[in-house]
């Protein structure tokens, strides 16, 4: 069966840095697009950020552009978001998830798996 894993979330003060990991399994990590997605309290889960099949292309969500950056390692099956400059309003339950490749990797309907997600909490 399917398993996507995060890791690595915590409590931060505003402007330091997270490294968020996701290790997946069940899966044929090269036939997925990965993507990261976060959900604050009382809020619609929204896009943060996606990275094609093969790891050439990647997407960003308008708030995390130029501060988050996604990666994936087909050796260890595994998808990291490097999180700088975080901001209180980046505090939330991140998921980590995976789509079929193909499909638009920006919108949440295009996954099929999800991870249970790891809380980031930004204090200003």
């Known amino acids: 069966q399917v398993q996507l894993v995060e890791s690595g979330g915590g409590l931060v003060q505003a402007g330091g840095s997270l490294r968020l990991s996701c290790a997946s399994s069940?899966?044929?990590?090269?036939?997925?697009?990965m993507g990261w997605f976060r959900q604050a309290p009382g809020k619609e889960r929204e896009f943060v950020a996606a990275?094609?099949?093969?790891?050439?292309?990647?997407y960003y969500g308008d708030s995390v552009k130029g501060r988050f950056t996604i990666s994936r390692d087909k050796a260890s099956n595994t998808v990291s978001l490097q999180m700088n400059s975080l901001k209180p309003e980046d505090t939330a339950v991140y998921y980590c998830a995976a789509a079929w490749m193909g499909r638009p990797a920006v919108q949440i309907g295009s996954y099929d798996y999800w991870g249970q997600g790891t809380q980031v909490t930004v204090s200003s």
């Open positions: 990275i094609s099949s093969s790891g050439g292309t990647e």
């Open positions: 069940g899966l044929t990590f090269s036939n997925y697009a």
